[in-house]
């Protein structure tokens, strides 16, 4: 956003508005005028003092091959969050299965920082997996029941299936 022209900036400037505004809406779910126009005037000013750090996205996002993939993965994440949670309850039921935490290292394929986060974020809210650190294309998965301590492997079992979405989003 640096070398940015100032239509840019205010394209940008008006889309989080926009997006800020429409999860005020939601959450508040109601269109009095007073929650509106403090709702408007909330975000307007989250938007102005956190523009700088959201620049992962234009309106070239919003592209409708994008927006599919964007759908298809939060359905893949809610199938991957049930499983996973499914799994979690299965070991606290039966202490006897044997769990075999530690840490793994996988690399990605995604490109950037945001896009990373989104993958990190994702792999720590399903049940038994938590993103430690990131550096550079490697991610550090504390994991509760290590299947593989080969990167290729690991990865496989913990990130593939959200990758695969990842990359026709953010790349």
């Not at 007073?34 to 956190?50: C, K, R, W, Y």
């Amino acid at each position: 956003m640096k070398n940015a022209t100032f239509s840019e900036k205010l394209m940008h400037f008006i889309l989080l508005w926009g997006l800020l505004f429409l999860v005020w809406l939601a959450f508040t779910s109601t269109f009095q005028n007073q929650e509106v126009l403090v709702g408007a005037g909330t975000t307007m000013l989250i938007a102005i003092f956190t523009l700088r750090f959201f620049d992962c996205c234009t309106l070239a996002f919003f592209s409708p091959t994008r927006l599919f993939n964007l759908i298809k993965y939060i359905f893949v994440f809610l199938i991957e969050l049930v499983k996973a949670n499914f799994d979690v309850a299965r070991r606290v039921i039966s202490p006897s299965l044997p769990i075999n935490p530690g840490i793994v290292k996988i690399k990605t394929q995604l490109k950037t920082d945001y896009a990373k986060m989104v993958l990190a974020n994702s792999i720590t809210l399903t049940p038994g997996t938590l993103s430690v650190d990131i550096v550079d294309d490697y991610l550090y998965i504390h994991w509760i029941d290590v299947k593989s301590t080969d990167p290729e492997q690991a990865f496989k079992y913990i990130a593939e299936t959200f990758e695969k979405i990842l990359i026709k989003i953010f790349n």
